[in-house]
């Protein structure tokens, strides 16, 4: 009886594996790409392109926080369930991208509008999956100059926050709440099991700049005492704790050193 | 019943002895498994040159190996490790990324310059350049011959290139660093060499990590060729690795052969 | 004497709890409609604390964790034409920060 247990959920961690799609590589995002989503709740069954919204420009203009937990977006392309009216009402794209919204002195266009029937330029510059559309900003010409790392968009972005070049807003009149000052938690060691690696150094302050609490806890990171999660690079591979962010939008995994710091002697 | 067993593994171990004996005839077998020592490592890539009316690219992993680690390209440059996946187009290359990341007609390697890859347009008379890649290997537009580069170095069964020794032999020297590309890392710790149990009547294999992480860094591999970090977690056979997946994805088609058995399978028969 | 203030006490009451909704008509629903309105007020004062929200005592967590429960009552029950929108956002806004108290809770209770 134990046999059999033990072989059927060696046969299934097996079968895990291998729907985990191992054992291969695959292409890596270029960096103008890394962090895209396609959005296609609804755009498709309406007969429109997809939305292909790539992180990179709201990343340099807007903190974490105030699109996933002021705004609410969900972290998982279409989980929002975001449909064309929802933008009309005011909300998900269309809190900013109303026409008149001012960010500096540009307004951030209009989405979605009431009048359906025929798309024109302006859907296209979201609802563009397949579709040859110029941005409206160039990624190398955006990031020009900048602070560059390896992977991922191949841009230092906290050294880009540092030098002011680039100061993302935190807070939307009449959409963010008034809130408390962030109290910052501690930073702490997380050791790694692996006999060799170095363990992570996990800052609380970097993330909690940008993320505020809510948008981990409890939501990704679920235990309330240090060491009552237990995971491993399979789950954070396969999207999930660290994986949630840093598979597609932060600094991707490839960089170990990013996060193993701590020579373990 | 146990009669019956006995005089199996016996008959068995008997085939093993005349397949280990003729070793030195081992590379004329090789010649019906592998492509000509000059294509191993060859790739042919499509995804758009014949659509734009032009010869798909042949890439020759064998002179880029000479001079530059995996880990530069495949990981620092970003490129994919299977034919076609990357999707490189033209657009890319002029704007510096993939193979246009030093082909750039400004990069200087190895005291020159090197040529610039992708145009917007070009001449005829641009053409030539062009054919540099976008030809077929013997077209004769290539500046290195496999025979004249490989002749001085050693070689393994199948007449294909040991590249450990020819770089322990000083004739190869290999960058792992390229400016612009590359960032500057701590380096990790190479983990321990161990050994994996074979399932068959096989010599265990003796896996060197330092011998992979000195030309593949830890990216390369992990996580999405093996991606677990507990011995024993991840399974696979033969059948799997002979299909391009994990050992498969570098020795099928550019490092050492996985028809050179010996050369992983290297612990004694279990007797 | 006795028996007009009675009258007046009484008179007074149903004034109060029946006679409101008579004589003040109209704006019960100035009420109402402030009412509605009133619910992201609410919100916002609720979830104005995750940033801080492990410096709040248990009793103050409790009290949060109990108030967004009701307004997500008040929220499933929102009408008009923005109700199917905002109740999806702000559910799932809510939830953010109910959530967070929640687990700012946890852990305090499970110090102690």
């Not at chain 2, 995996?70 to 704007?95: P, Q, W, Y």
């Not at chain 3, 604390?49 to 103050?60: C, D, F, I, R």
């Not at chain 3, 009408?79 to 929108?85: D, V, Y």
């Not at chain 3, 559910?91 to 967070?100: F, G, H």
Request: aromatic letters at 12%; glycine letters at 6%.
């Amino acid at each position: 009886m134990k046999k059999a247990i033990f072989i059927t959920g060696l046969l299934f961690s097996i079968i895990g594996i291998a729907f985990a799609q191992t054992g291969v590589k695959k292409k890596r995002p270029l960096p103008y790409e890394f962090g895209r989503v396609v959005i296609n709740n609804y755009s498709e069954a309406s007969n429109i392109a997809p939305v292909v919204f790539d992180h990179w420009l709201h990343r340099a203009k807007f903190t974490c926080r105030l699109c996933h937990v002021d705004i609410g977006f969900a972290m998982t392309a279409g989980a929002s369930d975001i449909k064309a009216r929802d933008n009309i009402n005011g909300y998900y794209c269309g809190t900013c991208h109303n026409g008149t919204r001012m960010f500096g002195d540009t307004s951030a266009f209009s989405s979605c509008k009431e009048e359906s029937g025929s798309m024109n330029a302006t859907c296209d510059r979201c609802h563009s999956l397949g579709k040859n559309v110029t941005r409206k900003y160039d990624f190398r010409e955006f990031v020009k100059g900048w602070p560059k790392e390896r992977l991922g968009n191949g841009v230092d972005w906290e050294k880009a926050e540092e030098q002011e070049l680039i100061m993302p807003y935190d807070y939307i009149e009449g959409v963010s709440i008034k809130r408390a000052k962030l109290v910052v938690q501690d930073d702490f060691k997380i050791v790694s099991k692996v006999k060799g690696m170095p363990n992570i150094i996990f800052s609380h302050e970097k993330h909690t700049v940008w993320n505020g609490c809510e948008l981990c806890h409890p939501e990704i990171f679920v235990g309330i005492k240090k060491g009552l999660t237990q995971y491993s690079m399979v789950s954070i591979y396969e999207g999930k704790f660290c994986g949630v962010c840093h598979n597609n939008v932060a600094f991707p995994l490839l960089d170990c050193q990013r996060c193993h710091l701590q020579e373990v002697k | 019943m146990v009669h019956i067993k006995k005089i199996l593994s016996v008959f068995i171990i008997a085939l093993t002895v005349p397949v280990l004996a003729s070793a030195a005839d081992y590379s004329e077998s090789l010649q019906y498994l592998l492509p000509p020592a000059e294509y191993f490592g060859q790739v042919v890539l499509d995804n758009y040159s014949q659509k734009a009316g032009v010869s798909p690219v042949t890439f020759d992993h064998w002179l880029h190996r000479a001079k530059f680690t995996c880990r530069l390209c495949h990981i620092d440059i970003g490129f994919a490790m299977k034919e076609e996946m990357t999707e490189i187009s033209a657009a890319d290359n002029v704007n510096g990324y993939y193979c246009g990341s030093c082909h750039d007609g400004k990069r200087v390697f190895d005291g020159r310059e090197i040529f610039d890859s992708c145009a917007e347009d070009y001449t005829e008379n641009e053409g030539k350049r062009c054919a540099r890649c976008h030809s077929d290997a013997e077209s004769g537009a290539r500046k290195y011959k496999y025979k004249t580069f490989s002749e001085k170095l050693t070689k393994l069964p199948g007449n294909l290139i040991d590249w450990e020794k020819a770089e322990s032999e000083g004739k190869i020297k290999v960058t792992d660093f390229l400016e612009g590309v590359s960032y500057k890392r701590e380096p990790l710790k190479a983990q321990d060499d161990f050994s994996i149990k074979t399932k068959t009547w096989t010599a265990d294999v003796i896996f060197s990590h330092r011998k992979h992480t000195v030309w593949n860094g830890c990216e390369l591999c992990h996580p999405l060729i093996f991606p677990s970090t507990k011995k024993g977690t991840t399974q696979y056979s033969m059948k799997q690795i002979m299909k391009g997946e994990y050992c498969g994805a570098c020795h099928m088609s550019v490092a050492f052969s996985v028809w050179l058995c010996d050369k992983c399978h290297i612990t004694p028969v279990k007797q | 004497m006795k028996n007009i203030a009675r009258l007046f006490f009484i008179g007074f009451l149903l004034f109060n709890f029946w006679g409101r909704g008579f004589i003040v008509g109209g704006s019960l629903n100035t009420v109402y409609a402030q009412e509605q309105g009133d619910w992201k007020q609410e919100y916002a004062e609720i979830c104005a604390k995750t940033q801080n929200a492990m410096e709040l005592s248990v009793a103050e967590l409790k009290d949060r964790i109990e108030r967004a429960d009701k307004l997500q009552e008040r929220i499933n029950k929102l009408e008009g034409p923005l109700a199917e929108t905002e109740k999806k956002v702000f559910t799932k806004r809510l939830k953010m920060c109910r959530e967070l108290y929640s687990f700012a809770l946890e852990y305090k209770e499970h110090k102690e």
